[in-house]
């Protein structure tokens, strides 16, 4: 049984969300690009076999100044098992980041990122800011004895918020560790 899978790569940029309604991280835009291209458009596989997806620079310029993209993989209908009755039919879609850098790929602690605890609606966070010109991947924090695994992207220009428990206090003696894709920032009081 093959199947079929649609394949577009879309400019990626993210809206930094601290309003009420903030869930989980930045406000993720997809918007269409002809600066980096994906093929082919469709891809159709046989059981057991691989296929190639190229990224093409279409723009090198413009590329860089765009910086971050997404790879969106949609697995298409197929009509035999639509046929079946009293089946459940799952496609999957899956999003891959694309980054085109300009300079060398930074250290986290050579990067530009702030930080700072508010005070919001009786709950508390830790906003984020990428104040550098790479993103960066938030995978793990640690303050005393507060852990939390995270795993959010943020791109650069914008500041993501994180929420802290409500009795958490800064604590002068700790130091706060921001575990990332490009190593761990230690950020002393």
């Known amino acids: 049984d093959k199947e079929a899978f ?30 980096v291209l994906a093929s082919p458009k469709t891809v159709v596989l046989m059981p057991k076999q691989d ?10 310029e413009e590329s860089k100044k765009d910086y971050s993209y997404r790879l969106i993989i949609n697995q298409l209908p197929n009509k035999e098992v639509g046929q079946q009755k009293n089946t459940v039919n ?7 980041p694309i980054f085109v850098y300009s300079d060398a790929i930074k250290t986290f602690e050579k990067m530009k990122v702030e930080h700072k605890v508010v005070n919001e609606n009786g709950k508390k966070f830790l906003l984020l800011t ?25 791109l650069p220009g914008v ?5 802290l428990p409500n009795d ?12 990332s894709d490009k190593g761990t920032l230690k950020i002393e009081k």
């Open 6 to 35: 649609d394949i577009s790569l879309l400019k990626w940029t993210q809206k930094s969300n601290l309003g009420e309604n903030f869930n989980s991280g930045p406000e993720e835009v997809l918007t269409e690009t002809e600066t």
């Open 51 to 60: 296929k190639l997806i190229r990224i093409i620079v279409n723009d090198a």
């Open 90 to 96: 799952l496609l999957f879609k899956i999003s891959l």
């Open 130 to 154: 990428n104040n550098d010109t790479q993103h960066v991947q938030i995978q793990d924090l640690t303050w005393g004895k507060f852990q939390k695994s995270v795993n959010q992207y943020i």
């Open 159 to 163: 500041t993501n918020k994180i929420e």
């Open 168 to 179: 958490f206090k800064v604590d002068e003696k700790n130091s706060l560790s921001i575990g």
